[in-house]
């Protein structure tokens, strides 16, 4: 049987959180400009890329046991799935994308007709794709082989302007 709750919340694959009637229209002259502004975007590329696109698998997702099944297809490492997450948080050591070229996929993205990227700069796996001295977990710490490459702190080539939402680990770029 299923809850209440979830019938009004989730129907044929909508969500209602958001249900138009229920809004309520921010008074901050800022938020209404940068409303003004979003609204006449329509179009973002999102962009989820670290350590785990070596593997070719969603995010970091597949660090969930409850998620495990769909997360996980394809992935040809071990079917214990504490050795996965070991294995899985270790391959900040291997990462080293050499050939980013920040300017290049800026440049497509518009061609595209992309109005603006959002790019995840930390997910669920905790890394960080910019340089903080909160964690270690980062593509600039030592052990990270892409930490001396001259786009190592790939937020200041690719977030210009950084949009903060929750906190300083969800960025949105702009062309």
């Known amino acids: 049987m299923k809850d209440e709750t979830t019938n009004h919340v989730v129907e044929e694959g909508k969500h209602h959180y958001s249900a138009e009637e229920s809004w309520i229209e921010p008074r901050d002259p800022k938020v209404l400009e940068r409303l003004e502004w979003f609204k006449d975007q ?7 890329w670290g350590p785990y696109s070596q593997l070719g698998i969603v995010e970091s997702w597949a660090l969930s046991d409850d998620d495990a099944e769909w997360s996980r297809e394809g992935i040809d490492w071990v079917a214990d799935g504490e050795e996965f997450k070991r294995q899985y948080v ?3 050591k291997t990462f080293n994308p050499i050939r980013f070229q920040p300017q290049i996929w800026a440049d497509l993205a518009k061609r595209a007709g992309f109005k603006y990227v959002i ?5 669920h796996d905790g ?12 593509i600039t710490a030592k052990d990270c082989p892409f930490h001396m490459h001259k786009y190592a702190d790939i937020c200041k080539h690719v977030c210009i302007p ?7 680990w969800n960025r949105s770029i702009l062309f």
């Open 162 to 168: 950084c949009v903060s939402r929750k906190g300083p």
């Open 119 to 123: 790019f995840t700069t930390k997910h």
């Open 42 to 48: 329509k179009l973002a590329l999102m962009m989820h």
């Open 127 to 138: 890394f960080c794709m910019w340089d903080t001295k909160e964690t270690n977990y980062r």
């Open 90 to 92: 270790n391959l900040n």
